[in-house]
């Protein structure tokens, strides 16, 4: 099991010092939606000119334009995009395309997906399907990341790649964790953090000792 | 009727060379996803600070974290900008009443969404409804704006504020203006014209002159 951690809402110094301090406990590193759209491309060059070693995964979004806006973040460094899989059938399948021909990895954000859509999507065997709950959902809406279980844990463990996202702090991981999802993307509850480096650990070192169980 | 002048896949400084050259025959001039996403909100800054009479359109397409994507957008000089309607619900809302709170417009764009969500979003009566034929599909499949064209005339005249985008040329205008969409949004069809600005001053004449039919 691999944790992400996801840098949003704060500057690219700020997101490149977070990375340096909380960093080197992730596996992945997530330059998030609101970096891109804030400050562009050099934020993902910026994260891995800064890290060359780490995987990078640019949260990019797209929904349309797939093969231009996923060019243009393998290009500035990343190795891994998203798509949302709201997005039209040929979008996804040019994203996939796209990775491939880069030869790097993509991520199918099922944010707001309906259920049988989700069940085509799992036809890209080569994508990480992540399990969203949106920010604006937990935020305004007090929803908790209980709702996007049910449909996550129904694809675990089937030779998917599952993620899942949404507001996960350290308490409810052991419940998720029986689960055996593949990745686990983690922000707010590292970033802020009193410590963001001690709580990045404190996770890791959790995620490792029940990984090993698992 | 208006019209709206998309800028996509270009530099910053090729945007605000074009929106010079073609964007006085616009009504609009909208910053496309694909230089918010390679620039960051410094391209909405600058196509502002370029033209602040004119109204800028920031294509930010937001999928989640609703309040921060449009602000940035109103604070780097936006007059209006885009969530997708296939967004989860709660984020559309939240980005309604940002734009409300700065007195600022804001886009729905329907790619991908199913009626039934359409006629939901329909109770927006504040928004722009943006009936979009994507790049990905128009590209890659051959479909053409015909598609899109039902939904959005179902719509068109009982109220709501509608819009056209998709790769639409001059000679699709005569058909789409009898239906009297509010706003016709085009990109490539001048920005790849041999000459842009004449291609644009084309389009003005057509849409002034049939708009006063209509």
Same mark, same amino acid.
């Given at each position: 099991?691999?944790?992400?951690?996801?840098?949003?809402?704060?500057?690219?110094?700020?997101?490149?010092?977070?990375?340096?301090?909380?960093?080197? @406990?992730? %596996?992945? &590193? $997530?330059?998030?939606?609101?970096?891109?759209?804030?400050?562009?491309?050099?934020?993902?060059? !910026?994260?891995?000119?800064?890290?060359? $070693?780490?995987? &990078?995964?640019?949260?990019?979004?797209?929904?349309?334009?797939?093969? @231009?806006?996923?060019?243009?973040?393998?290009?500035?460094?990343?190795? &891994?995009?998203?798509?949302? /899989?709201?997005?039209?059938?040929?979008?996804?399948?040019?994203?996939?395309?796209?990775? $491939? %021909? @880069?030869?790097?990895? @993509?991520?199918?954000?099922?944010?707001?997906?309906?259920?049988?859509?989700?069940?085509?999507?799992?036809?890209? %065997?080569?994508?990480?399907?992540?399990? #969203?709950?949106?920010?604006? *959902?937990?935020? #305004?809406?007090?929803?908790?990341?209980?709702?996007?279980?049910?449909?996550?844990?129904? #694809?675990?463990?089937?030779?998917?790649?599952?993620?899942? !996202? /949404?507001?996960?702090?350290? $308490?409810?991981?052991?419940?998720?964790?029986? #689960?055996?999802?593949?990745?686990?993307?983690?922000?707010?509850?590292?970033?802020? !953090?009193?410590?963001?480096?001690?709580?990045?650990? *404190?996770?890791?070192?959790?995620?490792?000792?029940?990984?090993?169980?698992?």
């Amino acid at each position: 099991v691999k944790w992400q951690l996801a840098l949003d809402r704060m500057s690219i110094t700020q997101a490149v010092e977070m990375a340096k301090s909380a960093g080197p @406990y992730a %596996d992945w &590193i $997530e330059v998030g939606t609101s970096l891109i759209k804030m400050y562009g491309m050099e934020s993902v060059r !910026a994260m891995k000119s800064a890290f060359p $070693e780490k995987t &990078i995964v640019a949260d990019i979004k797209t929904f349309d334009n797939a093969r @231009y806006e996923f060019a243009m973040c393998f290009e500035a460094g990343a190795d &891994i995009a998203t798509v949302m /899989g709201a997005a039209p059938a040929k979008t996804v399948e040019l994203c996939a395309r796209t990775a $491939e %021909d @880069y030869g790097k990895g @993509y991520m199918i954000d099922l944010l707001n997906v309906p259920e049988d859509r989700i069940e085509q999507l799992c036809g890209f %065997d080569g994508a990480i399907l992540c399990f #969203h709950l949106g920010k604006d *959902q937990q935020e #305004h809406e007090g929803t908790r990341f209980e709702r996007v279980k049910a449909g996550a844990f129904k #694809h675990a463990g089937d030779g998917l790649s599952v993620a899942l !996202a /949404g507001g996960i702090r350290l $308490e409810v991981l052991p419940e998720l964790m029986l #689960h055996r999802p593949d990745l686990i993307i983690v922000g707010e509850a590292v970033t802020k !953090a009193p410590d963001p480096a001690a709580a990045a650990k *404190q996770l890791s070192d959790f995620i490792k000792s029940r990984g090993d169980e698992c």
